[in-house]
């Protein structure tokens, strides 16, 4: 088994910054690449980013390129979102996942979740 927990989250202004994190627990962390995802109140999961097993290759959505950042600690078996320059819209509840399959921008392919943090930005 896998557990993973999310820290971080928070209310900020508009404009500001938060850095999330995710330490994993079970088995080698290094088996899985990692991804964020986010649920605001009445929507779908939807994906943020993702980073492959060795931290080489990352991933984006449109909405939050150029803004936020992923990155892992293998080693630390932690995974971070660093998000700056936030605005109102991406407030929602942010998850950890993890994942062994190939399509990591879906949600259906990862097998394991935290439990989320909260990100609240105000205008």
């Known amino acids: 088994q896998v557990q993973l927990v999310e820290s971080g989250g928070g209310l900020v202004q508009g404009g500001g910054s938060l850095k999330l994190s995710c330490v994993q627990s079970?088995?080698?962390?290094?088996?899985?690449?990692m991804g964020w995802f986010r649920q605001a109140p009445g929507q779908g999961r939807e994906f943020v980013s993702a980073?492959?097993?060795?931290?080489?290759?990352?991933h984006d959505s449109d909405a939050v390129e150029g803004r936020f950042a992923i990155s892992r600690d293998n080693f630390r078996r932690t995974v971070w979102l660093e998000m700056n320059n936030l605005q109102p819209e991406d407030t929602a509840v942010y998850f950890c996942?993890?994942?062994?399959?190939?399509?990591?921008?879906?949600?259906?392919?990862?097998?394991?979740w935290g439990q989320g943090t909260q990100v609240t930005v105000s205008p």
């Open positions: 980073i492959g097993r060795t931290g080489l290759t990352t």
């Open positions: 996942a993890a994942s062994t399959a190939s399509d990591l921008q879906q949600a259906s392919t990862y097998f394991y």
């Open positions: 079970g088995r080698p962390f290094e088996w899985y690449d």
